[in-house]
């Protein structure tokens, strides 16, 4: 997976706060989700992310416990961890796994982007992200892609497409589709060859000690 799609995968998951008020904001991120259209979830969270890390990353950078706190924070309202966690798998591991195996993936998971995917926020500007107003939905209407355009220092376009599905608490994001190449799929192909060769307690063991030990609580 590149840098850049590590980079940008939570970029617009992230809602505006304090750390001292880190779960007073998680909750009324929550309350955003569970009100907001498909375009309003990402377009607020890209304008907030924006305004949170603007003149801060260094800050950030040297203070990566904090960073860590931010992100999981204010991942899970805006973010689908466990349905992403059963694409990701795919059907034959899902299925295959027992429920506990399945709970502790889960957790491994959502504990290994928020530490992988944190620092990379620190190298985007957010305020360059423009956001396309009209998403475009399944048939059945509980499905939604969001198209957004980041502009880079160098003069380049990055084309990010954030996948949606409507829960009972609102849309939450699921996947992220960076030029075509979507993290789910990408993943997919690489712990469906892991397990395949060492078992699926092989792969939650290397994501937990990755992710610095025992997965945080999503």
Known sequence: MTALLRSLLLMIMLGSLSIAAAEEAATDAATEVSSATPHAVIESRATALAEQLKGRQDYYNENTTELYDVV??????GFDVQYA????????HWTAATEAQRERFIQAFYSFLVRTYAKGLLGFDQSNMTVDPEASYSKD???ALVK?????????????????????????????????VSYIQNYRSQFDAEISDLGIDAVISRLESESGGAADSA
């Open 72 to 77: 999981r924070n204010l991942l899970l309202p």
């Open 85 to 92: 966690s059963k694409l990701v798998l795919g059907r034959t």
């Open 141 to 143: 209407g509980d499905k």
């Open 148 to 180: 957004t355009t980041l502009a880079l220092e160098n003069g380049d376009a990055v084309n990010i497409n954030y996948a949606l599905r409507e829960t009972a608490d609102g849309w939450k994001m699921y996947d992220v589709r960076i030029d075509g």
